[in-house]
């Protein structure tokens, strides 16, 4: 590959993994710290913040599911380009996986966000049907977008690690951390061991950033 395929290549690893990386962590922040969604355990009292919250909710679905599939893409096949020469089966078992993981979360967005407009207007006119409406539709997106486990996440992150492992084209943290953060996405989906779902998502900020370095030090894809 020449120089300048390289750099195109290595521009779009650094801008991808960056991006999901600070989408992850606004995500968290206004979720957890802002709108305290989490902490609420009272579903009445949950969609009553949906409804004050809408635009901020709304926005907050588009950068970290609807925007963050095609970055997470654009992510993928940087790597499947960088690592599928010296390993082939883990790379495009994960890319495979990734991608799946990447239409899940673009549509459980859409659906959420879909949802956000369609509970909004109905509220004004029938707020319990409001209420009803919006506990499906949260499931169903919730469903889609891997909420109750992180198992397509967790073995994308897994096989790319793995990968890298084999390779010796991944440093030694992304690829042991890849490894052990892909374990507890995977263990996620354990209805007992839900709460490593949030784990996951913070590990994870971390796993990208190491991409962004790796991607920063290269100077070719060959």
């Not at 996951?200 to 971390?206: A, E, N, R």
């Amino acid at each position: 590959m020449n120089d300048k395929r390289s750099d195109i290549f290595k521009k779009i690893g650094i801008v991808s993994s960056l991006y999901l990386a600070v989408s992850y962590t606004i995500g968290i922040v206004i979720f957890l710290f802002i709108l305290k969604y989490q902490s609420i355990d009272d579903i009445s009292q949950k969609f009553q913040l949906i409804i004050k919250k809408t635009n901020m909710i709304f926005l907050t679905n588009m950068l970290m599911y609807i925007f963050f599939g095609p970055f997470l893409i654009s992510l993928i096949v940087v790597l499947n380009q960088y690592l599928h020469k010296d390993e082939t089966f883990f790379v495009k078992l994960g890319s495979l996986i990734g991608i799946i993981w990447a239409g899940s979360l673009i549509a459980s967005g859409m659906i959420a966000n879909s949802g956000l407009l369609l509970v909004s207007s109905l509220y004004k006119v029938n707020p319990v049907q409001a209420e009803a409406s919006w506990q499906i539709i949260d499931s169903i997106a919730m469903g889609i977008g891997n909420g109750n486990g992180e198992i397509l996440g967790g073995i994308f992150t897994l096989c790319i690690s793995i990968s890298g492992l084999i390779s010796k084209k991944l440093s030694n943290f992304t690829s042991y951390s890849g490894c052990i953060i892909g374990i507890i996405g995977m263990l996620s989906t354990i209805p007992v061991l839900i709460d490593l779902t949030g784990l996951f998502g913070i590990l994870q900020i971390v796993w990208f950033i190491s991409l962004t370095m790796l991607f920063f030090r290269i100077n070719s894809f060959e």
